[in-house]
């Protein structure tokens, strides 16, 4: 597990044996969340999301934030899957709510837990 590296990921992909090994990404559900998924991907492209899709965010409603006005990304993304550039248009529209956001923290336990297992 490697926790915390945000915008400064690059570094993972000189790690040899990182690019020989399954990978999760689970960041926030909001622009940046994606944006990071989306540069992960250019160092180590078979790193898939975790926990960053849209059941999950309906499903913890009540826990949602706001990103600020002026710190979202709008740029476009094209490393992420049809399912991911799909939420992250709706969240870069405000279709959802206005400046949507769920940080990964928010996320239940137990939903955390279920997903875990089907890996």
């Not at 975790?50 to 709008?74: F, I, S």
């Amino acid at each position: 597990m490697i926790l915390g590296q945000g915008y400064a990921l690059e570094r993972l992909g000189d790690i040899p044996w990182l690019h020989q090994q399954p990978l999760h990404y689970w960041g926030d559900i909001d622009s940046h969340g994606f944006a990071i998924l989306d540069r992960l991907r250019a160092h180590l492209p078979q790193a898939k999301s975790l926990l960053m899709d849209r059941a999950t965010l309906l499903e913890h409603r009540a826990l949602w934030g706001q990103e600020p006005a002026d710190k979202r990304c709008n740029a476009e993304l094209g490393r992420l899957t049809e399912a991911e550039q799909a939420l992250y248009r709706e969240l870069r529209e405000d279709r959802l709510g206005a400046r949507l956001r769920l940080e990964q923290e928010r996320v239940r336990f137990g939903w955390l837990q279920q997903t875990l297992q089907r890996l």
